[in-house]
């Protein structure tokens, strides 16, 4: 019973030293056996860390016990929560240990999303809200605002197909947001972002609520696809890649700086090429292969919950949290530009520079600019008019 008391002792102290670091969802899986390890690991790899960790944690309250030592109160709404992004970003949503409360929104089904989400036994209290009337009661007090709603790309509509839906409904959301949570971050993933989020910016402008650092357009799933095609080709395991991807969220304004990736490989130029079109394109791939039946929708839920992650973990302090977004930018001569951003407790702290980049990728970022900016003018228009 001594030696039991003994190991619980330990892992309730190395639960203690996980809640100092980031989240990673795999920690939702580690059994008290793996906590007991990372002790053993942490203390013989570097006992003066590990002290001083302990130290860090008993100053955080470690008197008040374990179960009293939670992380802030978030509300997360997702505005477009029944839809075919909406339900799977809804339930990676309800995974997510740093979400209180989660608010889900849209015209019709939204009961029947959030009474089957609401039955997983994790953090997040879930409550589903119906119809227009309802949008101000699912926004109030939100710290973080996702928007997939609206309509998918369906094979041979084109891009003026798409934006005449989805900017009158961005439009709405935009003005709901600016009454009843102007404070919140904005996650953009309606279709065509390079246009919806100007539109938001505008809207907001218009109410006197903007504040850029609030507004993201989601590019993830461009990051997310760079990675996986840019592994592949690498032979590198896919989970320690990185690539930055800069410019817009369509077709060739999509800008993956391969250049850039982490791990370098050192691949060919016709397969930089190659792998550039394939990410340009990952879109177009999705919507073939579903035959009609839909776009991308679990990819970018994934990419979703992943880019809100990186906020919410901005939001409640956790330092050096980068991640690629589509923000009001100065860095090139564009208002609106994809790059990397560090993530704080504003929303954007810094909007960080291109770096150096290859001849390719130089001609690249001169030809994607022309149509990047039609589609932000177009966006602009839209609002105002």
Do not use: W
Request: proline share 5%; hydrophobic share 40%.
């Amino acid at each position: 019973s001594g030696s039991h008391h003994h190991r619980e002792k330990r892992s309730l102290l190395c639960l203690r030293l996980l809640r100092l670091l980031p989240f990673s969802p795999s920690l939702l899986s580690f059994s008290s056996l793996a906590f007991d390890s990372l002790v053993s690991l942490l203390f013989s790899r570097s006992p003066k860390m590990f002290r001083s960790m302990l130290v860090r944690s008993a100053s955080q309250g470690l008197r008040r016990g374990f179960a009293s030592e939670s992380v802030p109160h978030r509300k997360v709404v997702i505005l477009g929560a029944a839809g075919g992004i909406g339900q799977p970003l809804s339930l990676l949503m309800k995974l997510n240990p740093l979400v209180s409360s989660l608010s889900l929104y849209d015209i019709a089904n939204t009961p029947g999303v959030a009474a089957d989400v609401g039955h997983i036994n994790t953090r997040s209290e879930v409550c589903g809200y119906m119809g227009d009337d309802n949008l101000g009661k699912a926004l109030e007090g939100a710290d973080l605002v996702i928007i997939p709603a609206g309509v998918p790309r369906k094979p041979g509509m084109t891009r003026d197909d798409l934006f005449n839906i989805n900017a009158g409904i961005v439009k709405n959301l935009s003005i709901a947001i600016a009454k009843y949570c102007p404070q919140a971050l904005v996650n953009m993933i309606s279709n065509p972002v390079n246009s919806t989020v100007p539109i938001a910016a505008e809207i907001f402008k218009k109410a006197g609520t903007y504040d850029e650092k609030k507004l993201f357009g989601v590019t993830t799933l461009d990051v997310v696809r760079a990675r996986t095609f840019y592994a592949g080709k690498a032979n590198l395991p896919v989970a320690e890649v990185n690539v930055p991807v800069v410019g817009g969220h369509a077709g060739v304004t999509i800008l993956p700086l391969f250049s850039q990736a982490s791990p370098q490989a050192n691949l060919s130029d016709d397969l930089i090429k190659a792998l550039t079109k394939r990410t340009q394109d990952g879109g177009t791939e999705v919507v073939e292969a579903k035959a009609g039946k839909g776009s991308a929708t679990l990819s970018m839920a994934y990419a979703g919950a992943l880019f809100a992650d990186a906020c919410l973990k901005g939001l409640n302090g956790v330092p050096d949290v980068v991640e690629c977004s589509f923000v009001q930018s100065t860095i090139t001569e564009l208002p609106f530009f994809a790059s990397k951003v560090r993530l704080g407790k504003n929303g954007v702290e810094e909007v960080l520079d291109l770096g150096p980049l290859s001849d390719f990728e130089k001609e690249g970022l001169e030809a994607l600019k022309a149509e990047l900016k039609s589609s932000i003018d177009k966006g602009i228009k839209f609002a105002n008019q």
